[in-house]
Structure formats: C-alpha cells, structure tokens
C-alpha cells in the first residue's frame, strides 16, 4: 500500500495526527447522494430525553506518531473531548529515531492553542507532561503540536539555507489527556455519534433473518465509511458477548436491531434513545425487517444531523454515497478528496499528494492518464522552477516552467503502475539558475495552483491486478451480496461477517450497499461478493484455489509446510472464476467442524486488525491454525495441488484419452485404405504391362495414345 494511500491519510484524519503542510486536505465527510428519509418526533418521557451525567475514567488515549522530522513541520496530535469534559493534562514519551549530527541538535516544542508548553531535548527518551484546562479545548478537541527544529533554523548565517536535508527524529508513544467531569449522554439522533466516538458495537437478534443480518451488516458498513480507524467496530449476537467491541460511557455507543412483529409488515421504522445498566449510549432501531437495511445503511447520512429529536421515524437510506455526485470513470481531483485546489509555494521542494483508490471509479481500472489543469507565478530567468508529478513514487510527467502562466498537461499511467490505492504527487522545485545558495530574504517566490475542480484522473475500465485480495473493494463495484454457508455457528457468522465488511467498506471510497443472497442465489449469479462459513462442497463448487479438505503441504522457496491432515484450519480466500471475484471464508476439521470456528473468526478479524487492514493482506490465501499466533498470508501458486483440484481436471483428462484414441484409429484406418489402394493400384498397373507384352509379342506395337482433337474407337 502506499504511504499516501486514501486509506492512510483518513486513518491520521481520524486519529488525530495531522501535519500543517498537507497541501491536499481530505474532503469533510463524504457527501450523500442517495436518498435519506428521517422524520423526527418528540417523544414524552423518553429515558434520554433529559441529560445524564455519567462517570467515565479519567483519560483519553490518543495515537502514537511513528516519526516526527527535524524540518520545523509540526505535527499535531488532535484528542477529542467528549461533552461534559475538561482537561486537566497531556503526557507522552517522546524516544530519539534518528540521532542528528555531532553539534546540530535541535529541540522539540511542544505546543497548545500557539503557545509553547514544554520544550524536549530530543537526544535522549524524555516523559512530557503539561497542564491543560477546558480553555484548550477547541471545536471540541485538544490539538497538541510537536515541532522539531532542526539547529540550523536558529542560525543566521546565509548558506544554513542551502544545508542538505533534515535527517533526524523522533517518535511520540503513550499520549493521553487527563480528564475530569462527567460525560453528557446524548438527547438526540443527531447528537448520537459523538466526534469523541472511540467504539461502536452493532447488536442483531440471535438466530436472526438474513433481512435483520443484512441490516446490521448495513449499519457496519455505513459506521466504517463514516468512522474511520482507529474507532473500533464490531457485529454481533445478542448473546454474543465475546466478540463485541468493548464500550464505555464517554467515548462508546450500542446500536441494537430490534425487528417488529410480522404482523407489522407495514408500520414505520423507528428509533430510541436509552442507555444501559453502565451508562452506555443505545440506539435501538425498530421495524418490519424488510425496511431494517435501509435504516442501517443510514447512519452514515450526513443528513443524521437534521434528526434533532430524542425518537424518530421513518430513518432510511437507499443507493450509496461517495465523496463525489456519483461513481465516474473521470473524477476531479476535487472528487478524490483533495479539495479545491492545491497550491504550492517554493520553499525548498513543496509537494502535494491525491489519493486515487480504484473504487473511486465504480470498479476496477486497466490502465488510466492524469489531466492536470492550472497556474504559476511568473519566473524570472534567474529561477529554473520544474513541476514533477509522480504515480505512486514514480514520475509519470516534468516541465519547466516558464513563459505562459497556465499550464494543462495530460499524462499516461501504464496499468503496471496501478494498485488498488493510488498516490498522485505534485511536487514543485525552485533553485537560482546559477546554482548558488540564496538566503531567505532575497528568495523570489514562486507558486503553483492546481484547479482540483478541472483536474481529473481518466481510468478505462478493466483489470490491471492479478487475482487477489488487491482486487477489492474496487471489483465489488457499489454492491457487497454477503452469503452465509453453513459451516459456522451463528455467532460466529456475525462477527465473521461484520469484521470483513467493516475492512472492505474503510478501504472503499463508496459506500457499498450490502445485501445478504442465499448461497444458492450468490452461486447462480454473476455477481462479485463474499461467502462467509462455506463448506467443502462450497469451496468446489466455486472452484477456490485452497478447497476446504485436507493439504499436504506448502511448498515455496521459502517455506515448506505441512498442514491440514490432523489439524483443523481456516482459511479466507480471494479469487476469480468464470469472471467474477469471489471472497471466501470456510474452515476444515478432520472430525469436528465446530473447531474451526474460532479460527474462521480469527481470519476475519485479521482483515479489519493487522497493522495494514485490507491493504496489509498479500497473496490470495489466508490460513489460520490454532498453532499460529497470527494467519499466514500465502499464495495459491505455492499451495500442492489437492485431491480436490486435480479432480477438476480428470474430466478433461479422460476427453483427451478418448480424442487421442479416435486419432489413432483413424490413423490406422486411413492407413487401411490407403494400403488397400495401393494394393488395387499395383494391380492394375501389373495388368497394363501385361497386356503390353501381349500385344509386343502378337507384332502390333505399343498401344499408342489417341490423337488431340479425336476420341478413341
């Protein structure tokens, strides 16, 4: 995956790390264009209708930075405070990387609201610690800047501009604001989400339909494209315990499926606010079971908002939703998230990056070209200034700029340059035609705008990966059909099923409409989509490259490895068959298939929790084994084939003997016949000499051949 994936930028966003010279801002929230329906109604006496105060712990973790350069850039670290608040302290560790040079060591700044709290020798590991108070708290968050000065920024002399680059850093581990107060618990739908949210757990009834399934599967997926890492997600059973997601008073929400009677096919969808016995926030959403996918799919509306009531009815949403009008094979710039424009000042060598995920383009991409439109400052001839512009770290395109102010270049990408998440780079470099180191105050600035607006990445639909885990979320289009097999448990199912599509949905720039098909239906279509619980019939009839039965062996250059024969495993596959791309999660037991249940969900989770998330899977098969601490990530190529796989191709096998066979004996007819002419041929040709010797022996001559023009008595 790239650095600048779409996914990655959305993980800081969320997580609270941001840089201040990101030129290519993420859009807000992405922008719905299906159509939501809410009406909201006050409800007397409703449990939340009036605020509650909760008691929370009294600290707010916030993520690790894994570098912070000697650039003078800073770094922020953004905590949320949830309503009802304060804080009281920020402390961190801060841990030297990369050492700077003997006598350029510089200092680490620590900084709140513009004021600078604390300063760090970053030569050695250091604890920061420094008060806060609710003053600090802005738009709801405490933003905490790191600002690594370099040595060189404090000394005046004229060539420190002309110093080679910044190589030192430092990392950030352990942050956490102290808190005191009492949560408030939110009054109304629109409210239910706080920014603050750290995890959700979606609750459906055991045993449920495949219409409630599909509604709490909708309700992940919508809570992923709306609720970016590190905020934790999770689907199951009422009963189920184990696999939810831990939540609090401050920072958790419950969001529960409660379907009405079959009686009341026709009565509207409604909506509760309540909390539990540990204070917790509930969302339960009532209704006919048909209509409960909709209301799923509608809790990432930006539309939530207007549900300014305590209870609502009639919560829905159909179609999906990008950061775009719709899903388009020629996207802006703008579409892709990185706002209106991009603009570049030449101090040193700026950049700006657009993420490209292929599920921007409604699927998959065989090949694509860079249309960039916009406008510089003028260049004295005493500057050379060039625009570089790189496809995931590789240039595509370079001019000189000069002359005419605007610029409008169209660049090819080749489709071995594409991956399932882009980075386009637009870099700017200045430097004195002569060479020379020119201090800051005589610089001629230089500057570069891009029309994001008018700009677009133009893809051509096709594939441009080998089958793969890679191949998603792009090859699902703006669908995920989800279809249970029958080789798990229930509970198992749900989490299994809510954890893989909570991967896939934060990887998708869409928001994917989920639908839950029977195995038989998902079979017989032609649609790309999931199996969750498939069983060995399933896994050949589908025809994946590791069936659900026992295999001997892995054997690659790396590794060789025995598995399957006395040991249970399970295992998430990706692959392509008669044009579609199928995901598959199913498990094998020598005996006792209910042993593979913790390891199927155990592959599931892997996809929304190893470091990566669906960008850290390789290959197209994941194996997990109660031996292992964490699934392998391997290749079918390197997978021996099984007894169930080369079956596939005894059929052919034997039409091959046949046809081989047929060959033969017509071979050895033909040879026949041509013997029996030949036979016929030496025949006649032994009587023809014979009857000349007669007629040389009787005096009359050689029978002579008749004359042109006349025919023979």
């Known amino acids: 995956m790239s650095a600048f994936s779409r996914s990655a930028l ?20 992405a922008t719905a264009t299906a159509a939501t329906a809410i009406a909201a109604t006050a409800t007397a006496g409703a449990r939340s209708a009036t605020v509650q105060a909760v008691d929370v712990p009294g600290s707010l973790a916030a993520p690790a930075v894994d570098e912070i350069a000697d650039d003078g850039v800073p770094v922020f670290v953004n905590v949320q405070v949830p309503v009802g608040l304060s ?53 709801g968050q405490v933003s905490i800047g790191y600002t690594y000065q370099p040595a060189a920024a404090s000394t005046p002399d004229a060539a420190a501009v002309c110093l080679p680059p910044a190589t030192a850093s430092v990392s950030l581990s352990e942050t956490a604001v102290s808190t005191e107060g ?105 209704g006919p079971e048909a209509a409960l996918p909709a209301a799923g799919a509608a809790l990432a509306s930006d539309y939530l908002a207007l549900a300014g009531a305590s209870s609502t009815t009639g919560l829905s949403q159909t179609g999906t939703s990008s950061n775009g009008d719709t ?57 050379v200034a060039t625009m570089n512009v790189y496809w995931n770290d590789y240039l595509i395109g370079s001019e000189v700029l000069g002359g005419t102010s605007a610029f409008d270049l169209t660049l090819p990408v080749a489709s071995t340059r594409l991956t399932a998440a882009n ?33 677009t990445v133009t893809g051509t639909r096709g594939q441009s990966l ?50 839950v098909p029977s195995l038989e239906e998902f079979r017989g279509s032609t649609q790309s989509g999931l199996v969750v619980g498939a069983t060995s019939d399933d896994s050949d009839a589908l025809k994946a490259p590791l069936r659900l039965d026992a295999f001997t062996a892995i054997d690659s250059k790396a590794v060789t490895f025995g598995v399957g024969t006395t040991l249970p495993y399970a295992a998430f596959e990706s692959f392509d068959t008669n044009g579609r791309d199928i995901l598959l999660l199913g498990g094998w037991s020598p005996d006792d298939q209910s042993a593979t249940d913790p390891l199927q969900v155990q592959a599931a989770h892997y996809t929304l929790t190893n470091p990566g998330a669906w960008f850290g899977l390789t290959g197209d098969v994941l194996v997990a084994q109660s031996s292992l601490t964490d699934p392998v990530a391997l290749s079918s190529n390197a997978i021996v084939p099984q ?71």
């Open 10 to 29: 959305r993980v800081l966003a969320a997580t609270g790390v941001s840089a201040l010279l990101v030129a290519a801002p993420l859009a807000g929230a």
């Open 87 to 139: 804080p009281t302290t920020a402390t961190a560790t801060l841990t030297p990387l990369v050492p700077a040079a003997p006598g350029s060591t510089g200092v680490v700044l620590v900084t709140v609201r513009g004021e600078v709290r604390q300063s760090v020798d970053p030569t050695a590991p250091a604890a920061i610690s420094i008060p806060l108070t609710g003053d600090d708290v802005v738009n």
């Open 182 to 286: 009492q949560a408030t618990a939110p009054t109304t739908l629109a409210d239910f989400f706080s920014p603050a949210l750290a995890a959700v757990s979606v609750t459906i009834p055991d045993a449920a339909s495949n219409s409630v399934r599909q509604a709490g599967l909708a309700a992940v997926g919508a809570l992923a494209h709306a609720y970016p890492a590190p905020v934790e997600l999770s689907l199951t059973t009422v009963s189920d315990a184990a696999h939810a997601v831990a939540v609090d008073a401050a920072q958790g929400r419950v969001v529960t499926f409660a379907p009405a009677d079959a009686t009341a096919a026709d009565a509207p969808v409604t909506t509760a606010l309540s909390t539990d016995a540990a204070g917790v926030p509930v969302l339960t959403i009532s």
């Open 327 to 383: 899903a388009t094979l020629s996207p802006t710039f703008r579409d892709l998230g990185a706002g209106a424009q991009i603009a570049l000042a030449a101090a040193g060598q700026p950049d700006a990056v657009v993420n490209v995920s292929q599920s921007a383009f409604g699927g998959p991409i065989g090949d694509a070209s860079v249309h960039i439109v916009g406008m510089h400052s003028a260049v004295p001839d005493s500057i």
């Open 423 to 455: 980075a386009l780079k637009v870099s700017l470099s200045t430097q004195a035609a002569t060479g020379d180191c020119v201090p800051a105050s005589n610089r001629i600035p230089v500057e570069l705008f891009v029309d994001n607006g008018a700009s």
């Open 466 to 515: 080998d089958a793969g885990f890679q191949r998603f979320p792009q090859a699902l289009g703006q669908t995920l059909p989800v279809a249970f097999g029958t080789s798990l448990g229930d509970q198992a199912a749900v989490a299994s099923a809510g954890d893989i599509v909570a991967s896939l949905q934060r990887n998708s720039t869409v928001q994917l409409a989920v639908t």
């Open 643 to 713: 007894t169930a796989v080369t079956s596939d191709y005894n059929s052919y096998a034997l039409w091959a003997v046949i046809v081989i066979i047929v060959l033969i004996l017509a071979a050895a007819i033909g040879e026949a016949t041509r013997r029996r002419r030949r036979k016929k041929l030496a025949a006649y040709v032994d009587a023809q000499l014979e009857a000349e010797r007669d007629r040389t022996s009787n005096g009359q001559g050689p029978t002579q051949p008749p004359a042109s023009g006349t025919t023979a008595d």
